[in-house]
């Protein structure tokens, strides 16, 4: 199986690929179109900054690329975000798989989130052998608010979407990586679909 690792300098690159590598199974770095259109797997990676990131993707032509992929794409994070129509984070366009936009987190609870959070109301072959209320680990200022693809819910100040999912495109808002078991498993399961 071959896996790609979008590379377009805005990524928690190295510890997913590890996290990867300790599933048994080898990711490649890549910002080659033709590399990434013949991957089994992409996972589209984000840390940083919506509008920058965005920049970057455009330059490389990536963001005309991304929603055209027919094999399953996992969105991480900054990478699920972008996914989305828009982000209030730099009043940035996003790709628009997501039919929803961005918005940043004013419920009075700190921002950013960071650390452990609780996912639930699981509904996608993702969430296979994770249970109900299982902690994930986030850090994030802005949030995917609950629609028609929400695939799990955590609440912070308010109930939004830890992930999504629309034909063969998935995000999680969380960083399976960084996840533990769970996590673990999370990306165990992108990886078998």
């Known amino acids: 199986m071959k896996i790609v690792i979008i590379n377009y300098g805005a990524g928690n690159i190295q510890s997913i690929k590890f996290a990867i590598q300790r599933l048994g199974y080898e990711a490649v770095l ?8 013949a991957a089994d797997k992409v996972i589209f990676p984000g840390v940083g900054e ?15 690329l991304v929603p055209k992929l ?3 794409v996992l969105g991480i994070c900054l990478g699920m975000q972008l996914m989305c129509n828009a982000t209030e984070e730099g009043n940035t366009k996003g790709l628009g798989i997501f039919d929803v936009d961005v918005l940043r987190f004013n419920h009075g609870v700190k921002v950013p989130q960071i650390g452990w959070n609780q996912i639930e109301s699981l509904e996608s072959p993702l969430f296979n052998s994770v249970k109900e209320k299982d902690y994930i680990y986030l850090v ?4 995917a ?11 912070y100040g ?10 063969n495109f998935y995000g999680t808002q969380f960083h399976p990586e960084k996840s533990s078991l769970a996590g673990e498993q999370i990306l165990k399961n992108f990886l078998e679909l």
């Open 70 to 72: 027919k094999q399953p």
């Open 50 to 64: 919506a509008s920058s990131a965005m920049r970057k993707l455009k330059a490389s032509g990536l963001d005309a």
């Open 30 to 37: 890549s910002d080659n179109p033709e590399e990434i259109k």
């Open 158 to 167: 308010v109930e939004y979407s830890t992930a999504l999912h629309k034909d």
């Open 145 to 155: 608010p609950v629609i028609k693809n929400t695939v799990a819910k955590t609440n």
């Open 140 to 143: 994030h200022s802005y949030y």
